[in-house]
């Protein structure tokens, strides 16, 4: 099992920038992949960005978003630049042990609770 904790969420006003951590502990040497999405508030949750962690390969769809790597620390970051209100969600931290490059939920087994980011115009 693989646990996922993530941190650095708190209230932002547009234009600033925020990073988030997700630690992972328990069996981390058998992932393989791990990822950040977001839930606003009323939506679904959306996927932001993952990374291979041998290594390094990025998939990211939005371009404020930099997700970066330690695996010394087993740790992952969500680097957002330029916050908007619509920025404004609970951001989950992933992983998986199998599938790498995955964009959707069912990609990921493990799962973080959430941190919570709020951007205020």
């Known amino acids: 099992q693989v646990q996922l904790v993530e941190s650095g969420g708190g209230l932002v006003q547009a234009g600033g920038s925020l990073r988030l951590s997700c630690v992972a502990s328990?069996?981390?040497?058998?992932?393989?992949?791990m990822g950040w999405f977001r839930q606003p508030p009323g939506k679904d949750r959306e996927f932001v960005t993952s990374i291979q962690l041998r290594d390094g390969v990025r998939v990211r769809v939005k371009g404020r978003f930099t997700i970066s790597r330690d695996n010394a620390k087993n740790t992952v970051y969500l680097q957002i630049d330029s916050l908007v209100p619509e920025d404004t969600a609970v951001y989950f931290c992933a992983a998986d042990s199998s599938r790498v490059g995955a964009t959707t939920e069912d990609g990921y087994h493990y799962w973080g609770q959430g941190t919570q980011v709020t951007v205020s115009s």
């Open positions: 328990g069996r981390t040497g058998t992932m393989v992949a």
